[in-house]
């Protein structure tokens, strides 16, 4: 079926309704005020409805005309998008490609990576994309990434794509070294509860666990007074304060072995996640993105459970 939506009359009619009148509209438009008029006489007619209506004060919106409109703008919005990621990828030498990586994932497993395939692949350049799956999982499955480094699903979430496992993280309570609870050997819940939380939304999986702990304890789930996606906050609150928080434990790699911050003992959940590679089924990672997926699962295979 033709689609009778001319996407150049739909910016004509959103210039009449955000002017107020026809004569205003084609000035700003650099047209007359007859052509402007006969464009959305033709659109009213492509598509079988009334979009003006006219009167001795001037002319009126119909319910249908701010419906298209308010499409049309979302339409240019993504064409903007469109535009900036075409200019993006223009911008970028031929022999570089992008991925997308966890912030779990970004705190050792990628670095460590790097190190090595920076010296077995000279000269190509990598634009890694930072982010949390919901965000992730998309540029995967439009080709904006040659892959995706972050937690997996235990089956296919989306039949375009496909995983690869590369090893399993826990998630822990961290507070930093100094801080009350630190050094105690035996925590419940309820004194878990009597300090501040900084955790990530409601709706991701390790939150959705650390409610089921306070649950198990009786207890409501704690009221987060911080939510956030940034792992830079989260680590630079519980630095600087008495703040708690709950996230893989991988995360927190670095900054344990300086003892900074501290994984709590004596408290803890069952919760895991699987951390993995995710790629388009019908894709074919270029020869580079091979070898750095190769460099991946080597260095995943030497973690060692702590």
């Avoid at 830079?232 to 991988?250: A, G, I, N, R």
Wanted: a positive charge; hydrophobic letters at 45%; aromatic letters at 4%.
């Amino acid at each position: 079926m033709a689609n009778p939506l001319d996407l150049r009359r739909l910016r004509h009619l959103a210039a009449v309704l955000s002017e107020g009148s026809i004569s205003a509209a084609a000035a700003r438009l650099g047209l007359s005020q007859p052509a402007l008029s006969a464009s959305i006489k033709t659109l009213e007619a492509d598509l079988g409805v009334q979009l003006l209506r006219r009167h001795n004060l001037g002319i009126e919106a119909t319910p249908t005309a701010e419906l298209l409109v308010s499409h049309g703008r979302q339409i240019d919005q993504q064409l903007d998008v469109a535009l900036d990621a075409v200019a993006t990828l223009n911008s970028r030498d031929a022999s570089g490609f992008s991925i997308g990586c966890g912030p779990s994932e970004a705190s050792r497993l990628l670095p460590l990576a790097l190190n090595r395939w920076r010296s077995v692949v000279p000269g190509v350049r990598l634009f890694v994309e930072y982010g949390l799956n919901e965000t992730l999982m998309p540029m995967v499955r439009r080709g904006e990434v040659a892959f995706a480094l972050s937690s997996i699903p235990r089956s296919a979430a989306h039949p375009e794509l496909q995983h690869e496992p590369l090893h399993v993280d826990t998630a822990v309570i961290v507070a930093r070294v100094g801080h009350p609870l630190a050094k105690r050997r035996s925590l419940s819940a309820k004194d878990l509860a009597a300090y501040p939380w900084v955790l990530a939304r409601r709706w991701e999986l390790e939150r959705k666990a650390l409610d089921e702990l306070f649950a198990q304890s009786g207890l409501k789930p704690v009221q987060a007074q911080v939510e956030t996606t940034s792992a830079v906050l989260m680590k630079s609150l519980l630095l600087h304060s008495d703040f708690l928080t709950f996230v893989p434990h991988e995360m927190v790699f670095w900054e344990e072995g300086a003892n900074l911050l501290r994984p709590l003992k004596g408290v803890g959940s069952m919760w895991q996640r699987h951390v993995g590679i995710t790629t388009r089924r019908d894709a074919t990672l270029p020869p580079q993105a091979q070898r750095l997926v190769q460099l991946l699962r080597e260095t995943a295979q030497k973690f060692s459970r702590r």
